[in-house]
């Protein structure tokens, strides 16, 4: 805890100050592009990551990027996401997974969590995901079984958050658009789920989608 609070006098020090008319500037209000779906794993830093500042991203995190379907129990989730995307207008959603993601280990290995009831629970929002993998990923197995937890999840819950209804609408205008990554946080790469090939691919070599994307991939961990 003191490492924070030490945090915290060296961030007005240091960071507040270069960007104080900034800081000043977003107490009017806000005006984020980008509504930025995660995980709340510890390793993953949004802002770092896309080199972002305050007021760029706003944010979404929960145990395994979950987006539960219109019509789930009322939750946290459906409130942000129709708050982003009728309120702010933001202009991309995005969902990003990540390697070594320990909610998606507990999704394939439910012993891992008997435990942890509101956790078990919370992951039955990603139990498309588990069917799709136990199904169709019969041949892989350790890591690679993970990696392909993790990009299956992203396309589910890409899929949910088409059932709700704020985005459902913008689509419709055509004037959102989603988009599935996946972080390796051992590597520092972000991939992109691909609809033109069906695929995650290296971000820099990501077709900009125009709405959204339905292709289904192979069934294969890419990254
Ligand atoms: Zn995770």
């Known amino acids: 805890m003191q490492k924070l609070i030490q945090g915290i006098h060296q961030f007005q020090e240091e960071n507040f100050r270069p960007l104080q008319g900034l800081f000043e500037q977003l107490a ?33 995190r929960n145990a395994g990027n979950i987006v539960p379907p219109h019509g789930a129990a009322n939750g946290g989730e459906a409130a942000t996401i129709e708050f982003a995307v009728a309120g702010l207008g933001v202009k991309d959603v995005i969902i990003c997974g ?24 919370w992951l039955g929002h990603a139990e498309t995901t588990r069917r799709i993998v136990k199904d169709n990923y019969a041949h892989l197995d350790g ?13 589910v819950q ?45 971000v820099a070599e990501y077709h900009y989608p125009r709405g959204e994307a339905a292709v289904r991939r192979r069934t294969d961990a890419t990254i």
């Open 98 to 121: 990540h390697s070594h993601c320990g909610a998606m280990k507990g999704l394939m290995q439910p012993e891992q969590v008997a435990s942890l009831p509101a956790v078990a629970a």
């Open 158 to 202: 890409l899929e949910n958050l088409r059932t709700l209804p704020a985005v459902a609408s913008r689509l419709v205008r055509g004037d959102l658009r989603l988009h599935g990554w996946v972080y390796k946080l051992e590597t520092g790469e972000v991939f992109a789920y691909d609809p033109t090939v069906g695929q995650f691919v290296r």
């Open 28 to 60: 009017t209000g806000q005006t984020p592009e980008t509504l930025f779906i995660t995980c709340s794993d510890s390793r993953i830093d949004p802002n770092l990551l896309t080199r972002s500042r305050p007021g760029d991203l706003f944010i979404l």
């Open 143 to 155: 890591d690679r079984l993970v990696t392909a937890t993790v990009e299956e999840n992203v396309l």
